[in-house]
């Protein structure tokens, strides 16, 4: 099992053959590309994951994090993460898998129908279909928050550090 942190969340990849800490800037140096936090391989697909924690304990801003969610900001910035992350991948020849795209965001006081909004957005935004493309950049794009990660990828897969438990 690979385990890896963001911040204050650790997340436990039980199945994986490998999980990269993509979003690395040693591994960038200098470049400009945006990239997702994380790519986890596994026989059948890469697994983008990008984690926003505006929940994380001490936040200083989380007014800003709303307001960057609601103006369509947030959005546009996972757009371009899922867009840089799949072209880089591309150019290293690491193209041979489908693509999921998870967006984790840990944001209690977001409610369903606003995630389920903001993700229809993200498929927009990037785009996942286009009629001139042979396939789909991604196989699925998804924003989950905490309940329903745990729900997908079991009680165990996540866990607050500062909390101590899963």
Same mark, same amino acid.
């Given at each position: 099992?690979?385990?890896?942190?963001?911040?204050?969340?650790?997340?436990?990849?039980?199945?994986?053959?490998?999980?990269?800490?993509?979003?690395?800037?040693?591994?960038?140096?200098?470049?400009?590309?945006?990239?997702?936090?994380?790519?986890?391989?596994?026989?059948?697909?890469? !697994?983008?994951?990008? &984690?926003?924690?505006?929940?994380?304990?001490? @936040?200083?801003?989380? #007014? =800003?994090?709303?307001?960057? %969610? *609601?103006?369509?900001?947030?959005?546009?910035?996972?757009?371009?993460?899922?867009?840089?992350?799949?072209?880089?991948?591309?150019?290293?020849?690491?193209?041979?898998?489908?693509?999921?795209?998870?967006?984790?965001?840990?944001?209690?006081?977001?409610?369903?129908?606003?995630?389920?909004?903001?993700?229809?957005? !993200?498929?927009?935004? &990037?785009?996942?279909?286009?009629?001139?493309? @042979?396939?789909?950049? #991604? =196989?699925?794009?998804?924003? %989950? *928050?905490?309940?329903?990660?745990?729900?997908?990828?079991?009680?165990?897969?996540?866990?607050?550090?500062?909390?101590?438990?899963?």
């Amino acid at each position: 099992m690979t385990t890896v942190q963001e911040f204050d969340l650790e997340l436990s990849f039980p199945e994986a053959q490998a999980v990269i800490h993509f979003d690395d800037s040693d591994y960038h140096a200098s470049s400009t590309v945006q990239r997702v936090d994380f790519i986890a391989e596994y026989e059948a697909h890469y !697994l983008f994951v990008e &984690i926003k924690d505006p929940d994380i304990p001490g @936040a200083e801003n989380p #007014a =800003a994090f709303v307001t960057k %969610l *609601n103006s369509g900001k947030l959005v546009q910035s996972l757009a371009g993460k899922f867009r840089d992350t799949l072209f880089f991948r591309s150019a290293q020849g690491k193209n041979d898998r489908k693509v999921l795209y998870l967006v984790l965001l840990s944001m209690q006081a977001l409610d369903h129908a606003l995630l389920l909004a903001k993700q229809d957005e !993200l498929r927009k935004a &990037i785009p996942i279909r286009h009629a001139d493309w @042979a396939d789909d950049c #991604a =196989a699925s794009c998804i924003i %989950l *928050n905490v309940e329903h990660w745990k729900r997908q990828f079991g009680e165990q897969s996540l866990r607050r550090i500062s909390q101590g438990t899963a």
